[in-house]
């Protein structure tokens, strides 16, 4: 590295400007040199010089560093850890609703050709293993083989299965429409009075099959387990709770009618039942429990997402049981 130096003359200045230049010793150059650099000074000086208006200039190469160079050698820079952030979820981002959706997605299709095995799917398994809620009610639910497929196959109900899905089913919308109006959970307050309620619609029906001297059954332990474990997921966790809420009413309007129908035309020459009427727009009733609940789920933490889409899972699986009474 070259360094440059200014050095005033040794002699002062003669009369008429010029100046008296004598060649100077080591000691004097020493005594005026000033460095650019003010650090250190150089090893090595030029014996080539210039004088400039009367200033002696000077060139000098040190072969050492400057000190901060130096210190830069020896104390590196400290480089901050790259922060990683996780994959997000399926629907992650549009709420804890659309997240349940895939969860559907994925159980509806896992017996066709395509089969949802990404790491969301596996992060809930490894969460499976550590999560004690609602293990009380897993070992009434059977496994995937249990579901009802009614969109492929050949399956004939019958109308005593159709009176036992519709009693178990009001048992069911019965137990959560009097959980979340009786219950002291500000989070249940939300969801009263949605305008999606069945249990009323259920009664009317079920009297009618009276009136047509159609036997009405009891409940059956697909409805009578599915509703013991929502009073007691209800009262361990209201996230968990509303999970089941929300996929009980979605699994009805999206395949509930499909089956209605279905039924309707082939045992009850094309009756329409209460159950699947409602005095509003139904898509605008259950867009309207989405938000609430995804404006609730914003404040949860990942761990009890984890948990709402594995009871996503069981709800779905308790809902199929049911389902399957039509054709038993």
Not at 150 to 174: C, H, I, N, Q, R
Not at 215 to 233: C, D, F, Q, V
Not at 304 to 326: H, P, W
């Given at each position: 590295?070259?360094w440059?130096?200014?050095?005033?003359?040794?002699?002062?200045?003669?009369?008429?400007g010029?100046?008296?230049?004598?060649?100077?010793?080591?000691?004097?150059?020493?005594a005026?040199?000033?460095?650019?650099?003010r650090?250190?000074?150089?090893?090595?000086?030029?014996?080539?010089?210039?004088?400039?208006?009367g200033?002696?200039?000077?060139?000098?190469a040190?072969a050492?560093p400057?000190l901060?160079?130096?210190a830069?050698?020896?104390?590196?820079?400290?480089?901050?850890?790259?922060?990683?952030?996780?994959?997000?979820?399926?629907?992650?981002?549009?709420?804890?609703?659309?997240?349940?959706?895939?969860?559907?997605m994925?159980?509806?299709?896992?017996?066709?050709?395509?089969?949802?095995?990404?790491?969301?799917?596996?992060?809930?398994?490894?969460?499976?293993?550590?999560?004690?809620?609602?293990?009380?009610?897993?070992?009434?639910?059977?496994?995937?083989?249990?579901?009802?497929?009614?969109?492929?196959?050949?399956w004939?109900?019958?109308?005593?299965?159709?009176m036992?899905?519709?009693?178990d089913?009001?048992?069911?919308?019965?137990t959560?429409?009097?959980?979340?109006?009786?219950?002291?959970?500000?989070?249940?307050?939300?969801?009263r009075?949605?305008?999606?309620?069945?249990?009323?619609?259920?009664?009317?029906?079920?009297?009618?099959?009276?009136?047509?001297?159609?036997?009405?059954?009891?409940p059956?332990?697909?409805?009578?387990?599915?509703?013991?474990?929502?009073?007691?997921?209800a009262?361990?966790?209201?996230?968990?709770?509303?999970?089941?809420?929300?996929?009980?009413?979605?699994?009805h309007?999206?395949?509930?009618?499909?089956?209605?129908?279905?039924?309707?035309?082939?045992?009850?020459?094309g009756?329409?039942?209460?159950?699947?009427r409602?005095?509003?727009?139904?898509?605008?009733?259950?867009?309207?429990?989405?938000?609430?609940?995804?404006?609730?789920?914003?404040?949860?933490?990942?761990?009890?997402?984890?948990?709402?889409?594995?009871?996503?899972?069981?709800?779905?699986?308790?809902?199929?049981q049911?389902?399957?009474?039509?054709?038993?």
């Amino acid at each position: 590295m070259w360094w440059l130096s200014v050095t005033p003359p040794s002699t002062p200045l003669c009369r008429g400007g010029a100046s008296a230049i004598e060649k100077p010793s080591v000691s004097g150059l020493s005594a005026h040199t000033a460095f650019l650099s003010r650090k250190e000074k150089p090893r090595f000086l030029n014996v080539n010089k210039k004088t400039v208006n009367g200033l002696r200039i000077s060139c000098s190469a040190d072969a050492s560093p400057p000190l901060q160079e130096a210190a830069n050698v020896l104390n590196p820079p400290v480089l901050k850890k790259r922060k990683r952030y996780r994959k997000e979820y399926p629907g992650e981002s549009q709420g804890i609703t659309e997240e349940m959706r895939f969860v559907a997605m994925r159980l509806r299709n896992i017996k066709g050709k395509y089969v949802d095995k990404n790491r969301n799917s596996e992060d809930l398994d490894a969460h499976s293993d550590s999560d004690n809620d609602g293990e009380s009610g897993e070992s009434d639910v059977k496994s995937e083989d249990s579901e009802v497929n009614v969109d492929g196959g050949t399956w004939e109900p019958s109308a005593e299965g159709f009176m036992k899905y519709l009693v178990d089913s009001k048992l069911v919308f019965s137990t959560i429409e009097r959980i979340v109006d009786v219950s002291d959970d500000v989070s249940y307050c939300y969801f009263r009075n949605t305008g999606l309620e069945r249990s009323e619609s259920l009664s009317r029906d079920l009297v009618w099959f009276s009136q047509q001297e159609i036997a009405i059954p009891e409940p059956s332990n697909p409805g009578l387990n599915y509703s013991k474990y929502l009073e007691e997921l209800a009262e361990r966790s209201a996230p968990l709770f509303l999970s089941h809420f929300y996929n009980i009413y979605f699994s009805h309007i999206a395949g509930g009618r499909v089956i209605a129908r279905q039924v309707s035309e082939k045992i009850f020459d094309g009756k329409e039942l209460e159950f699947y009427r409602w005095e509003r727009n139904v898509e605008e009733l259950l867009k309207d429990v989405r938000q609430k609940l995804n404006t609730l789920g914003e404040h949860w933490s990942r761990d009890d997402k984890n948990r709402c889409l594995k009871e996503a899972t069981k709800s779905f699986r308790y809902m199929g049981q049911i389902v399957r009474l039509i054709i038993l």
